[in-house]
């Protein structure tokens, strides 16, 4: 089946300190991973995304690592801040229906950062 | 810099009544998309449009109907609303070509049927 999960429904953190959120998936076809950010009462923010040819992809503050041997991708806040506070999800893209692609949302985790 | 705006942010409706949630993004993509979140859950897909024109059925299309007269515009129907509608709707939009591009959202509108 198609699914995309989270190991860890929260997470919580010290200011200061690294953290890392993971996420399963199950479609070994999915070639294409994005994490979204999404803040209370907000839409989903992209954050960072990669491809199935990769294994590792920087950004600011932020790492993704994808494991396709075990289906297994995650993302790495370094020196975690206050405003990371979120939720964050994982998507998997399929394809779907032939003319765009079908976004998989996991349910997400829940970072809390504490001062 | 707009980006995908979304009216209304809240709304209450009775049972049966009938409602548009408005989406409209400046971007000029012609990919579109409906998502509603439940608490604690995950984002479903209700319908997507590649253009102006053409629409299909997402996961959950069921008491929604949604079109796409125009590039910027993708409003969102419920004719007869249900209290399984309580829910937070999302609209996305994206850029083509190309499959492996971010969706962009909205802030959401959040509504209760009671």
């Known amino acids: 089946g198609e699914s995309v999960g989270l190991h860890l429904p929260t997470l919580s953190v010290q200011e200061g300190d690294n953290s890392i959120i993971n996420c399963a998936y199950s479609n070994s076809a999915s070639d294409y991973f994005i994490w979204y950010k999404q803040e209370s009462g907000k839409g989903p923010q992209f954050i960072i995304d990669i491809r199935s040819n990769m294994d590792k992809r920087q950004g600011q503050r932020v790492t993704v690592l994808l494991n396709k041997t075990v289906k297994h991708l995650s993302l790495q806040i370094a020196a975690t801040q206050p405003g990371d506070s979120a939720v964050y999800f994982c998507a998997e893209i399929l394809p779907y229906g032939g003319a765009t692609n079908k976004l998989i949302f996991g349910t997400g985790t829940l970072l809390a950062v504490q001062p | 810099n707009a980006g995908v705006t979304q009216t209304p942010k809240f709304r209450i409706l009775k049972i049966g009544q009938s409602m548009t949630l408005q989406c409209t993004q400046d971007m000029n993509h012609n990919y579109m998309y409906w998502y509603r979140q439940d608490p604690g859950m995950g984002l479903k897909l209700i319908y997507y449009?590649?253009?102006?024109?053409?629409?299909d059925k997402g996961e959950v299309p069921n008491g929604y109907n949604v079109s796409r007269s125009t590039t910027e515009d993708f409003p969102l129907r419920l004719e007869l609303a249900a209290p399984s509608q309580t829910s937070v709707y999302f609209c996305?939009?994206?850029?083509?070509?190309?499959?492996?591009?971010?969706?962009?959202f909205g802030d959401g509108t959040r509504l209760s049927i009671l």
């Open positions: 449009s590649v253009g102006a024109g053409i629409t």
């Open positions: 996305a939009s994206k850029s083509d070509p190309g499959r492996n591009q971010p969706q962009h």
